[in-house]
């Protein structure tokens, strides 16, 4: 597939091609940082957030700060710029040595900021945020305050209604490369009930296990 291809379902079209091919290179084709994606996903990830900000602060008026930090919280975590990036088929563009690799929830997660810190690097603020309200506006307007509560805060909730301990999380694991950590949590219930979670970083595992436990629960 040819980037023309994916600067249309981008609906950006890049002056300079080698950013565009930057964002998508992973680190296992070259450990060159002006030439795979982790500069430019450190710049994207700053700009996501300051942009999702901006958003919300534009298009929640009503909103106090706690719920606009909720919202802004699940809108830019790994799980949901890696459902944007399949959104888009970054998947079918990732130059990565195996095929393995572009499987990865935390790759896609990379991948979808360096295309944003690409954009803006190649245009300019506004082009990102056109970027990022064009692609994110639906998730934006299913976000709803009682969805937007996270799972850890959920959870204590629940057990705090059934009169238990605070649920207890544990990491079992942290796998993977410094660039490209994998954690590996384990919330319990008790010693028959508990849940797993996996993140790019130890909040996001243990919000996935606290998920994962309230879908038990909820059985």
């Not at 919202?71 to 890696?82: E, G, P």
């Not at 944003?116 to 945020?129: K, M, P």
Request: net charge negative.
């Amino acid at each position: 597939m040819c980037s023309s291809d994916l600067e249309d379902i981008l609906q950006y079209h890049f002056h300079n091609q080698h950013l565009l091919t930057q964002a998508l290179t992973h680190s296992s084709v070259t450990n060159n940082e002006h030439r795979n994606y982790e500069r430019l996903e450190f710049l994207g990830d700053r700009v996501l957030g300051m942009t999702m900000a901006h958003l919300l602060f534009k298009m929640f008026p009503d909103d106090r700060e706690g719920q606009l930090s909720q919202r802004h919280v699940k809108l830019v975590c790994a799980d949901t710029v890696a459902e944007v990036a399949l959104k888009l088929h970054l998947n079918d563009y990732i130059i990565a040595k195996d095929k393995e690799t572009v499987k990865s929830i935390n790759v896609l997660c990379d991948v979808g900021e360096a295309i944003i810190g690409a954009i803006y690097i190649d245009s300019d603020i506004e082009e990102a945020i056109a970027f990022v309200e064009r692609n994110w506006k639906d998730l934006i307007d299913k976000s709803d305050n009682g969805s937007q509560k996270d799972f850890k805060t959920r959870l204590q909730e629940k057990f705090h209604a059934l009169h238990l301990p605070s649920p207890v999380y544990e990491l079992l694991a942290k796998e993977g490369s410094e660039h490209e950590p994998l954690f590996k949590v384990k919330v319990t219930l008790n010693d028959e009930t508990f849940a797993f979670g996996k993140g790019k970083n130890k909040k996001a595992a243990e919000q996935q296990a606290a998920g994962n436990l309230l879908e038990i629960m909820d059985k």
